[in-house]
């Protein structure tokens, strides 16, 4: 998730509102937003996880979520998806060039 906050003023000039999402409690959640220093929100999906559940992310096995990201247009329509498990640096990459495609000014 820091991989986005070194991309915040591009999202911004994007106008894109970052938003990350955790099995954690909202407490540990808060916290773990804080110790990161994301400028973005970190919101929970615990105690259910159905957030996680609804969008085909979260790994019954291991009790997390996938790290996938959506790109979600102003009509809520899901317009790109980047599933990297391992390049954490891709995904705001992956996001910003999603946002260009529609159109949005990214530079």
Do not use: C, W
Request: aromatic share 10%.
């Amino acid at each position: 998730m820091t991989a986005f906050r070194t991309h915040t003023d591009a999202f911004e000039r994007a106008n894109a509102q970052v938003l990350g999402v955790s099995v954690d409690s909202f407490a540990a959640a808060g916290k773990f937003q804080d110790e990161l220093g994301l400028e973005f929100p970190l919101l929970s999906d615990f105690p259910k996880n159905q957030a996680g559940r609804d969008f085909g992310v979260y790994n019954e096995a291991a009790g997390v979520h996938n790290r996938v990201t959506f790109v979600i247009d102003r009509d809520r329509v899901i317009r790109a998806v980047h599933d990297d498990p391992r390049d954490f640096e891709s995904h705001p990459r992956a996001a910003l060039d999603a946002l260009r495609e529609l159109g949005e000014k990214v530079d």
